[in-house]
């Protein structure tokens, strides 16, 4: 077992546990994108960032591929984490906004405006796809071709791979397939149709006064 | 073509495991083989080996150096590194590009040159610098790699010097938009 700190809690989880396997045991939710329980993790959306390390010498790792240390301390979230959370989220609204998924994210955590130039990409290029054509399908039909502002998804010389079966998994797994609900015509880059709202008790208390989720009875209190 | 894998897993000493083939040196044996990676090739190789094509082409199509196009025989680079770029490599590969008639990436119609950019040879002191079947020459300027490249050109084409500024001055007219205007004029 290794035993380390996680948001000031004392825990222990066994040998080879990632941050975020750790984190999602002890019922913190840690968001992600390019993350999948049943693919080997891979570190590219960035979302699932968790602060490492002690104060004034600490660090921003990817969740996902950090495996827990003994006597490491994790935040998951703190101020900085958040806050790099919420860009993150806000910069793949400006690239790929009319993912359902993407739109969820943002009205989760409250992301309301896209400081960036607005792009319409249909891919995020989270790798997803790819790591379940080749890990639970054994196909390796689709892959990455190309590098830098070039690289994209695509099958073997750009043809209809041999090894496809059309099990249809790529869509499936797809965080960006979804469209969002108004459709993908949509002119404005953030939905927000179902903003959480934020519970009002955080800005009284330090915790949560409630779990209900969504939160219904702030509803009333809720300060705009 | 069911001899190519044969023979490259023979050629291969040290890198070919069956299961652990190092996907890059196989694919520089090829491309040295081939002088490029011929679609074929790759597929058989895949079959054989039991790799994967599209591992393969993700490799093929990341590395600059690999080329999925058949190349020149002859292989003309300009460095555009940032020394090189100072000191007008821009101008020289303008010139190199008038004087072969094809566009950095292409390769000549005959197949017996390629045109090339590259990012650093890490000899930025000779800058800028261009590279002809591996030879390095350093200080260009517009004019000495022209020469350069005619003398090349000449030798390896057994043509004067009057017939050659011809050949360029051909190459140059049918590479200019309003050649290709005319001729979608005549078609209609």
Redesign the interface.
């Known amino acids: 077992m290794v035993n380390f700190k996680l948001n000031g809690l004392e825990v222990a989880v066994e040998k080879g546990t990632t941050l975020l396997e750790a984190a999602r045991f002890y019922g913190i939710e840690i968001p992600t994108l390019c993350y999948d329980a049943g693919l080997s993790p891979y570190g590219a959306c960035r979302l699932c960032l968790v602060e490492v390390g002690e104060p004034g010498k600490s660090r921003l790792v990817t969740s996902c591929t950090y495996p827990a240390r003994e006597g490491l301390q994790v935040r998951t979230h703190s101020q900085w984490v958040v806050n790099t959370r919420k860009l993150i989220i806000e910069l793949y609204l400006a690239t790929c906004p009319s993912s359902k998924t993407i739109q969820d994210l943002a009205s989760r955590y409250h992301v309301t405006g896209v400081r960036f130039r607005q792009k319409h990409e249909d891919c995020i290029l989270c790798g997803l796809c790819i790591r379940y054509c080749?890990e639970q399908m054994q196909a390796?039909?689709?892959?990455?071709?190309?590098?830098g502002e070039k690289r994209r998804i695509s099958?073997?010389?750009e043809r209809k791979?041999?090894?496809c079966r059309f099990c249809g998994g790529c869509m499936y797994i797809c965080p960006a397939c979804q469209a969002r609900c108004q459709g993908p015509e949509e002119k404005e880059a953030v939905c927000n149709a179902c903003l959480n709202l934020s519970p009002p008790c955080l800005d009284r208390f330090n915790d949560a006064m409630c779990y209900l989720d969504p939160c219904v009875a702030c509803e009333q209190g809720r300060k705009e | 073509m069911a001899k190519v894998a044969e023979e490259l897993k023979n050629g291969q000493k040290e890198t070919a495991g069956q299961n652990n083939v190092s996907l890059v040196a196989l694919l520089q044996e090829v491309q040295e083989r081939y002088n490029y990676l011929p679609?074929d090739v790759l597929r058989e190789l895949a079959r054989e080996k039991n790799l994967?094509?599209?591992?393969?082409?993700?490799v093929a199509?990341?590395y600059k150096s690999f080329s999925?196009q058949p190349r020149g025989k002859h292989k003309v680079a300009t460095c555009s590194g940032t020394a090189c770029h100072v000191r007008g490599s821009e101008k020289v590969t303008e010139e190199l590009s008038r004087v072969l008639g094809i566009k950095p990436g292409e390769t000549s119609q005959d197949g017996a040159y390629s045109l090339e950019t590259v990012n650093c040879l890490g000899a930025c002191a000779l800058a800028p610098l261009v590279v002809v079947d591996g030879e390095y020459h350093g200080n260009m300027t517009a004019a000495r790699a022209a020469a350069l490249i005619k003398e090349h050109l000449k030798k390896s084409r057994g043509l004067s010097a009057a017939e050659l500024e011809q050949d360029v001055e051909k190459k140059a007219w049918e590479g200019c938009s309003c050649a290709i205007l005319l001729a979608g004029n005549d078609k209609k």
Do not use: V
Not at chain 1, 140 to 147: E, H, L
Not at chain 2, 52 to 58: A, C, D, F, R, V
């Open positions: 080749s390796k039909a689709i892959g990455f071709i190309n590098r099958t073997p010389f791979a041999e090894e | 679609e994967s094509l599209m591992e393969m082409y993700s199509t990341f999925l």
